[in-house]
């Protein structure tokens, strides 16, 4: 592969890893509002749940088990992302390397 076409490859790169970050920063973001609803849910006795444009009591236990498993759906895409992040970074890495050392023989 020439050196234009690793430095090609090397921008797409670095734009999937934008990409990635605010994937990551939304999940991180609904994480938050999760753990901030179960800290508040811990607090009260009645529990509300939107469902489209209205509110429904709903049973506490049953919504403090949703969350919870929507806080465990939402960690797990996070460490997805980051595994995913990680390979990218080490192959960008690589590339870098590469496209520098044919820099340094022209």
């Known amino acids: 592969m020439s050196s234009p076409d ?5 921008q797409m790169m670095e734009h999937n890893l934008q990409q990635f ?9 609904q994480l938050l509002e999760i753990e901030s609803a179960l800290s508040e849910l811990g607090k009260t006795e009645c529990a509300y749940k939107i469902l ?9 236990d049953v ?3 949703d969350l919870e498993e929507k806080r465990h759906l ?5 460490k ?3 595994k995913q992040e990680g390979k990218l ?3 960008a890495s690589k ?4 496209v520098l050392a044919t820099l340094k023989k022209e």
Do not use: A, C, P
Request: a positive charge.
């Open 21 to 29: 970050l605010l994937q990551k920063q939304g999940f991180q973001s």
């Open 89 to 91: 970074k080490e192959h």
């Open 63 to 65: 919504l403090k088990k």
């Open 95 to 98: 590339t870098q390397s590469e």
């Open 52 to 60: 489209g444009n209205i509110m429904v009591k709903t049973d506490r």
């Open 80 to 82: 997805s992302l980051e």
């Open 6 to 10: 690793k430095i090609t490859q090397l």
């Open 74 to 78: 939402v960690d797990l895409r996070i």
